[in-house]
């Protein structure tokens, strides 16, 4: 199967949602590289120059993911808005590993978050490292915290993420191996019985890793309060530290803290089942007042229905008259436009007439023009007659005179007789 880039090779996301998003390249060493159920082997091709690490972002920010930075499997984000909310990068999304929401999360925990694609690998931090990453279980046993046993979260000054893990079963102190009776060859008669504990040890050790390779969440379904093997275990708990050695009592010592352990998820599962109970009856509820609110809104879904149908009624009765109304007002608007058209017609030839006045007045003003000018012409001559006939009289005297006056007046009868008059 060929290998897919590499995605922590580039350079590190930026998000344009949260510009102060911090972003640091983690790793962690993994020889073997041993991937979970359902995946054949680790899909990408390791960092240049280092075969042996695993890389994961390690992401600082207010609020949940952006939407813009969409991570890579193992990828690892933390809330900094109180309460700390922590993401882990599956195969698909991000997925919130402690959800604030939850009923008794600062009590109950959370079961550690698994790498997606490596297995045996737990998100946790470690005394020495004090370094969020992805740790065996043996690591953070050694820390104090066991991927069997819940854990949650508890503020503190931390330079990474201002927290720490802590695990919420409370460690019940155990006798130390110095405070054993030392065991003694048992003797039964003349005939004294050894025993190898090596042997012991390697039965003792097959048994735990069977019971390591059965499900976290199932492991301890077995072991109640009322088996019959944890009372014998119990009863005889005091012959056998005298009796047998110190692997022996190891593996007692364990027993009883599995014993511990599930009593302790006896209780978390009780208190979650009351929880669960509790959440029912709450739904329940809400269910209920859901009906009751489904009837009150079909009873105002009938009101309203008769109300629309009433509107639609008064709707339709006023769209038929403003429709007739309508009607009435085009053929009024038909009428008026007919008459427009007959007095726009009128208008026509009255503008024509017009037009034939106004070019008569003009030939009349042209002609009395003219016969103005004939009138002025001829006061000109009788003016010049007149003149002619005071300077005759004062000449000839009135003999003469009153002889021209006959010529004069006959002369101008014979003049007015010459001008045509139209």
């Known amino acids: 199967m060929a290998l897919l880039p590499c995605p922590w ?3 590190e996301p930026r998000s344009t949602e949260q510009p102060n998003l911090s972003v640091k390249l983690r790793t962690f060493t993994c020889f073997l590289k041993r991937c979970v159920k359902g995946i054949e082997a680790y899909p990408y091709e390791p960092l240049p120059g280092k075969p042996d690490q695993i890389p994961y972002y390690e992401m600082l920010g207010l609020g949940p993911p952006p939407k813009d930075v969409p991570g890579n499997p193992g990828d690892i984000y933390i809330d900094q808005v109180s309460p700390i909310v922590l993401y882990v990068r599956n195969r698909n999304q991000w997925e919130k590993w402690n959800d604030p929401l939850v009923a008794d999360n600062e009590i109950d925990g959370f079961f550690p978050a698994s790498h997606p694609l490596i ?3 737990y998100l946790g931090k470690t005394s020495s490292s004090r370094r969020l990453s992805w740790y065996m279980g043996s690591s953070l046993w050694a820390a104090g915290l066991s991927v069997r046993r819940p854990i949650r979260l508890v503020a503190c000054n931390d330079s990474v993420g201002g927290f720490r893990f802590e695990s919420t079963v409370s460690k019940e102190p155990h006798k130390t191996p110095s405070t054993l009776v030392p065991s003694q060859p048992r003797s039964t008669g003349s005939i004294s019985i050894s025993r190898s504990p090596y042997k012991k040890r390697k039965i003792e050790e097959v048994d735990l890793m069977k019971e390591s390779s059965v499900d976290p969440n199932a492991q301890y379904d077995h ?38 352990c599930a009593e302790e998820k006896q209780r978390l599962l009780s208190k979650r089942e009351k929880a669960a109970i509790d959440k029912l009856t709450r739904v329940q509820k809400d269910l209920e007042r859901e009906r009751r609110q489904r009837k009150t809104l079909e009873a105002q879904k009938c009101i309203h229905k008769d109300t629309y149908q009433n509107h639609e009624a008064e709707l339709v009765a006023q769209t038929t008259y403003l429709t007739k109304k309508l009607q009435q007002q085009k053929k009024a608007y038909a009428s008026v436009e007919a008459r427009l058209r007959k007095q726009d017609q009128q208008f026509t ?3 024509s007439q017009v ?20 009138c002025l ?17 004062s000449l000839l005297g009135e003999n003469v005179s009153n ?12 003049m007015r007789n010459a001008i045509p008059l139209n």
């Open 9 to 11: 090779a580039g350079s």
């Open 119 to 121: 297995a045996n690998r």
């Open 223 to 260: 072991l109640t309060e009322e088996s019959p093997d944890v009372i014998l275990l119990k009863e005889s708990s005091n012959d056998s530290l005298h009796s047998s050695d110190a692997s022996i009592v190891a593996s007692a010592k364990d027993l009883l803290a599995y014993v511990s």
């Open 349 to 351: 030839n009255l503008k």
């Open 355 to 374: 037009g034939k006045i106004v070019m008569e007045k003009s030939d009349a003003e042209a002609k009395l023009k003219e016969l103005t000018e004939k």
């Open 377 to 393: 012409a001829q006061d000109k001559q009788l003016i010049a007659l007149r003149t002619l006939r005071v300077k005759m009289d």
């Open 403 to 414: 002889n021209c006056r006959c010529d004069v007046q006959e002369s101008q009868e014979d």
